[in-house]
């Protein structure tokens, strides 16, 4: 499996930009990036996946290094609805079809008031 | 467009027991994955299944386990058995296609509480 390393926890003042970091040396060269969150309670939400340029929605921004071994989520205003445990994840594709995600520990973003 | 659908929401089973959980993706998502989250740790993959078809289940124990996507109807994980160590919250998640390049939308979970 292609591997991330993200840092265990963050923490961010709500209306502040954060940004949340993954690294992913091991990438090759057709995996893409995808970043989902998991609110407490909840199932995991997608948030945005890019391959190699860098990508906006509505809900984050997706930036990618040249060398795409790293990546940054960045939220641009933070809520106290953003607090979530945010996993960065190659997609493992395994001969023969399988395209599973496969979560990492993630990193628990805190939102202070 | 309702989300994806897994039923029931809490279940608790006594050891040994036959536990089944449901998930109906969405409508013309015709691939299916299931996820074991025990506290206070990660999601596990477990099986990714297309219509009528185990594409990938090697995060599933060898015994006690199973899963089907059939041709109508919802896909059901079937745990035979139960032991505590079941007890778990357990993702279904699906896609329109090979999820490399979309994205995949999960249900809120089935909470399983053996006892």
């Known amino acids: 499996d292609a591997k991330t390393t993200q840092p265990n926890s963050m923490e961010s003042n709500e209306e502040e930009p954060v940004h949340l970091p993954c690294n992913h040396s091991t990438i090759s060269g057709t995996d893409y990036i995808h970043w989902y969150r998991q609110l407490p309670s909840q199932g995991p939400e997608y948030v945005i996946h890019?391959?190699?340029s860098n990508v906006n929605n509505r809900m984050a921004s997706l930036a990618i290094a040249e060398d795409r071994k790293s990546s940054t989520l960045i939220l641009h205003r933070a809520t106290l609805r953003d607090a979530a445990v945010y996993y960065c994840i190659l997609r493992d594709v395994v001969q023969g079809g399988s395209e599973k995600l496969v979560f990492g520990k993630g990193t628990k973003l805190t939102v202070n008031p | 467009n309702a989300g994806v659908m897994q039923n029931p929401r809490h279940l608790v089973r006594r050891r040994g027991q036959e536990a089944r959980l449901r998930c109906s993706p969405m409508?013309?998502?015709?691939?299916v994955y299931w996820y074991r989250q025990l506290p206070e740790e990660g999601l596990k993959f477990m099986v990714y299944l297309q219509k009528e078809n185990i594409i990938d289940e090697s995060g599933m124990p060898k015994e006690r386990f199973s899963a089907e996507f059939p041709k109508e109807g919802p896909s059901i994980l079937r745990i035979q058995q139960v032991v505590r160590g079941d007890s778990a919250a357990y993702f279904c998640?699906?896609?329109?296609?090979?999820?490399?390049?979309?994205?995949?939308?999960f249900g809120q979970g089935t909470r399983l509480t053996v006892v």
């Open positions: 998640a699906s896609s329109k296609r090979g999820p490399m390049n979309t994205e995949a939308f």
């Open positions: 409508k013309g998502h015709s691939h």
């Open positions: 890019g391959l190699t």
